[in-house]
Nanobody
Framework: QVQLVESGGGLVQAGGSLRLSCVGS????????MGWFRQAPGKERDFVAA????????DYTDSVKGRFTISRDNAKNTVYLQMDSLKLEDTAIYYC??????????????????WGQGTQVTVSS
């Protein structure tokens, strides 16, 4: 069974940091572009960051540039999202996703074939 499992979410004060992890199982994701998306209550699921399958290219939505860093460890079948200088508006459920093999990174939620169950990130004042 192919799975992506996120962890690392929680409650943090504004200005703080969290590191999200997403571990894949059931198959290797080393040849898949990976992405992080988030969904706030009553809103659509939005792109946050993506990384190419070799890991050489990254992409970020403007609101997190300079604060968030996406990375991957293919040996561990894991992708990370380091979140620094967190703001109230970063509060959301964060989802990890994988494209099918060999595809490039994408901002489009419909381009992703595999999804995790999500992890809650709450930023307080």
């Amino acid at each position: 069974q192919v799975q992506l499992v996120e962890s690392g979410g929680g409650l943090v004060q504004a200005g703080g940091s969290l590191r999200l992890s997403c571990v894949g199982s059931g198959r290797t994701f080393s040849r898949n572009a990976m992405g992080w998306f988030r969904q706030a209550p009553g809103k659509e699921r939005d792109f946050v960051a993506a990384i190419s399958w070799p890991g050489s290219r990254t992409d970020y939505t403007d609101s997190v540039k300079g604060r968030f860093t996406i990375s991957r460890d293919n040996a561990k079948n894991t992708v990370y999202l380091q979140m620094d200088s967190l703001k109230l508006e970063d509060t959301a459920i964060y989802y990890c996703a994988a494209r099918r093999e060999w595809g490039g990174s994408s901002r489009n939620v419909f381009d992703y074939a595999y999804w995790g169950q999500g992890t809650q990130v709450t930023v307080s004042s």
